[in-house]
């Protein structure tokens, strides 16, 4: 049997996929946003095999608002971009990082990064995303790429996030919490599926330290994660309705303030592709359509937070 009739037949033989609209209809939306410009879906190019023009025709057939890059410090490779984003009339987020171990030069590729991401573009970037330092820096050390951030968007006006993300500085939620306590501009990007991961729960012991988070929040990563890993196989099958649920509260939460501040959210639909994505021994083919379950992702999220 190959894998497509192996996945049909597990499908209808047993009705595995539920559906998120069937889930998420339990319960509704606490805040919703009158106008649809302040919710902001972005889809991402990680996994996507093809050009950056095929990349942005693609998310503009699907409907998304706009994409999520890296910043291309490649002149050939950025005008590229740039081209596509104007062609397309797509909105654009750019990821920022450094990936060197040693610390000073870290921090220099990184600062390299943010001032060229802040200063070289053709179209305005809503915001920059930054895989911010290292789990195994100092504390002094990562708050340097914090304040060169706070620095570049009180001289640019660009907001610029850190993202909670497993092997950076914001890898787990008590680590967060002290940054936040002690640096006010700090802001995040949320993707609490790392801190699932690293805390092996839903976070149900550290309920206070998430809510003080959920204040911090700029952007959203919509990936859900679980216990044991960042990414759940597909979140439409019901044995993830938990995962699901906790996921779209904490949402729900930074969508009730944003609606109350009258401030724009933009949410990245990012589950990934494998080994993010579960594959099949053997053949390590993936148990789900990566790109479907982005569309549906950013189809609930319009139907869930726009009225």
Same mark, same amino acid.
């Given at each position: 049997?190959?894998?497509?009739?192996?996945?049909?037949?597990?499908?209808?033989?047993?009705?595995?996929?539920?559906?998120?609209?069937?889930?998420?209809?339990?319960?509704?939306?606490?805040?919703?946003?009158?106008?649809?410009?302040?919710?902001?879906?972005?889809?991402?190019?990680?996994?996507?095999?093809?050009?950056?023009?095929?990349?942005?025709?693609?998310?503009?057939?699907?409907?998304?608002?706009?994409?999520?890059?890296?910043?291309?410090?490649?002149?050939?490779?950025?005008?590229?971009?740039?081209?596509?984003?104007?062609?397309?009339?797509?909105?654009?987020?750019?990821?920022?990082?450094?990936?060197?171990?040693?610390?000073?030069?870290?921090?220099?590729?990184?600062?390299?990064?943010?001032?060229?991401?802040?200063?070289?573009?053709?179209?305005?970037?809503?915001?920059?995303?930054?895989?911010?330092?290292?789990?195994?820096?100092?504390?002094?050390?990562?708050?340097?790429?914090? =304040?060169?951030?706070? /620095?570049?968007?009180? *001289?640019? +006006?660009?907001?610029?996030?850190?993202? $909670?993300?497993? #092997?950076?500085?914001?890898?787990?939620?008590?680590?967060?919490?002290?940054?936040?306590?002690?640096?006010?501009?700090?802001?995040?990007?949320?993707?609490?599926?790392?801190?699932?991961?690293?805390?092996?729960?839903?976070?149900?012991?550290?309920?206070?330290?998430?809510?003080?988070?959920?204040?911090?929040?700029?952007?959203?990563?919509?990936?859900?994660?679980?216990?044991?890993?960042?990414?759940?196989?597909?979140?439409?099958?019901?044995?993830?309705?938990?995962?699901?649920?906790?996921?779209?509260?904490?949402? =729900?939460?930074?969508? /009730?303030?944003?609606? *109350?501040? +009258?401030?724009?959210?933009?949410?990245? $639909?990012?589950? #990934?592709?494998?080994?993010?994505?579960?594959?099949?021994?053997?053949?390590?083919?993936?148990?789900?359509?990566?790109?479907?379950?982005?569309?549906?992702?950013?189809?609930?999220?319009?139907?869930?937070?726009?009225?």
């Amino acid at each position: 049997m190959d894998r497509r009739n192996f996945m049909s037949s597990a499908i209808g033989g047993t009705g595995l996929l539920a559906g998120l609209d069937s889930i998420m209809s339990q319960t509704g939306a606490p805040a919703q946003f009158a106008d649809k410009f302040a919710l902001k879906i972005l889809g991402t190019n990680w996994g996507f095999s093809g050009t950056t023009d095929q990349f942005c025709a693609a998310v503009k057939k699907e409907g998304y608002d706009g994409i999520e890059i890296w910043w291309q410090g490649n002149k050939e490779k950025r005008e590229e971009l740039f081209a596509a984003l104007k062609k397309y009339d797509l909105e654009v987020g750019f990821l920022c990082g450094a990936g060197d171990t040693e610390y000073n030069a870290h921090l220099a590729s990184f600062k390299n990064s943010i001032n060229a991401a802040t200063s070289q573009f053709d179209r305005k970037p809503l915001y920059i995303n930054c895989h911010s330092g290292r789990d195994f820096f100092t504390y002094d050390q990562n708050r340097a790429i914090i =304040d060169h951030t706070t /620095e570049a968007t009180a *001289k640019t +006006g660009i907001p610029i996030y850190h993202e $909670t993300h497993r #092997g950076r500085m914001l890898f787990a939620a008590h680590i967060t919490r002290n940054f936040i306590e002690k640096n006010p501009a700090l802001r995040l990007t949320l993707d609490i599926s790392h801190w699932c991961n690293v805390h092996e729960s839903l976070l149900e012991n550290q309920q206070e330290t998430v809510k003080l988070a959920l204040s911090r929040v700029g952007h959203i990563h919509s990936r859900i994660g679980h216990a044991e890993g960042p990414q759940v196989s597909d979140p439409r099958a019901p044995e993830w309705e938990a995962e699901v649920k906790a996921h779209f509260t904490w949402w =729900d939460t930074v969508v /009730e303030q944003k609606v *109350k501040n +009258g401030e724009t959210l933009t949410f990245l $639909t990012e589950f #990934g592709p494998p080994n993010y994505l579960p594959t099949l021994p053997y053949t390590a083919q993936p148990v789900a359509d990566q790109w479907a379950i982005n569309v549906h992702m950013m189809k609930l999220l319009r139907k869930r937070y726009l009225k």
